[in-house]
């Protein structure tokens, strides 16, 4: 039995000397890393020109993709503030342009917010009267060439409307809080429409009762100014009770 208990040992232990060591060691693994690149304000075109060369670099000798990629995005990061810089410079530029230029003469009395309903229809889509410019008018009439018995237009007679079309809008006549505008209510000016001046020695003045108003207050009472979307645009009979006669001197 001992010699089989050693015979036993032997083995194992030959067992242990044939069979290799297996030996342990640490693994990278996948990474990724975040590179800061720091460029100074007055070096965006040097460090364009330094990314292209070594993006071209890496390109020439053929570096492991993840290397172009990381080269590749730090140079479209400068060529990105680059064109950023001239987008906000042009619209700058713009701008200041636009301040020097007058802007363009408004097309109607009110904004979109503000106004009468438009009328169903447009009118005739063809315009058959004849036109006639100013400066040509009256070489027309020494000439006899023009039918002063037809009606006709006359285009450019007004040099300064488009002057005139900004200073008389809603938007700058509600900015006039210094003239008040004499108003009846729609109920009184409908008794003034129909008042029987032969039966009354009252003068109208004193049987209307008037109220003064501000411009702001003219068109919230006539053109509902400030009042919900749906109801701001009104019928022309709802606003006949708002005509006034108003000298264009104090409206400047």
């Known amino acids: 039995q001992n010699v089989s208990m050693r015979r036993f040992?032997?083995?194992?232990?030959?067992?242990?000397?044939?069979?290799?060591?297996?030996?342990?060691s640490a693994q990278l693994q996948d990474t990724n890393f975040a590179l800061t690149f720091r460029v100074q304000k007055d070096e965006f075109d040097r460090a364009l020109k330094e990314t292209e060369e070594l993006l071209q670099y890496a390109q020439d000798h053929?570096?492991?993709?993840?290397?172009?990629?990381?080269?590749?995005?730090?140079?479209?990061?400068?060529?990105?503030?680059?064109?950023?810089?001239?987008?906000?410079?042009?619209?700058?530029?713009?701008?200041e342009e636009r301040k020097k230029s007058t802007s363009?003469?408004?097309?109607?009395?009110?904004?979109?917010?503000?106004?009468?309903?438009?009328?169903?229809?447009?009118?005739?889509?063809?315009?058959?009267?004849?036109?006639?410019?100013?400066?040509?008018?009256?070489?027309?009439?020494?000439?006899?060439?023009?039918?002063?018995?037809?009606?006709?237009?006359?285009?450019?007679?007004?040099?300064?409307?488009?002057?005139?079309?900004?200073?008389?809008?809603?938007?700058t006549l509600m900015e006039n809080t210094e003239i008040e505008l004499r108003y009846l209510s729609p109920v009184k000016a409908k008794e003034a429409?129909?008042?029987?001046?032969?039966?009354?020695?009252?003068?109208?003045?004193?049987?209307?009762?008037?109220?003064?108003?501000t411009m702001e207050k003219y068109f919230i009472n006539c053109f509902n100014h400030k009042?919900?979307?749906?109801?701001?645009?009104s019928g022309g009979a709802d606003t006949e009770h708002c005509e006034q006669t108003v000298a264009a001197a104090l409206l400047n």
Not at 9 to 24: D, E, K, M, S, Y
Not at 124 to 153: E, R, T, Y
Not at 227 to 233: G, H, N, V, Y
Request: aromatic share 6%.
């Open 9 to 24: 040992w032997l083995v194992a232990l030959l067992v242990c000397l044939c069979v290799p060591q297996q030996t342990f």
């Open 62 to 95: 053929k570096m492991s993709p993840n290397t172009v990629m990381m080269i590749r995005a730090a140079r479209d990061k400068v060529t990105g503030a680059l064109q950023d810089l001239e987008k906000r410079n042009k619209e700058e530029a713009a701008a």
């Open 104 to 171: 363009p003469a408004p097309t109607a009395f009110t904004d979109k917010e503000i106004g009468v309903k438009p009328l169903k229809s447009e009118g005739a889509k063809k315009c058959n009267i004849k036109k006639h410019s100013l400066a040509d008018l009256a070489s027309l009439v020494n000439s006899g060439k023009l039918d002063l018995k037809k009606p006709f237009i006359v285009t450019g007679g007004m040099p300064d409307v488009d002057s005139l079309r900004r200073l008389f809008t809603s938007e």
């Open 193 to 213: 429409r129909t008042f029987d001046k032969q039966q009354s020695q009252v003068p109208e003045d004193e049987q209307l009762e008037y109220s003064l108003v």
């Open 227 to 233: 009042a919900k979307p749906d109801f701001r645009k």
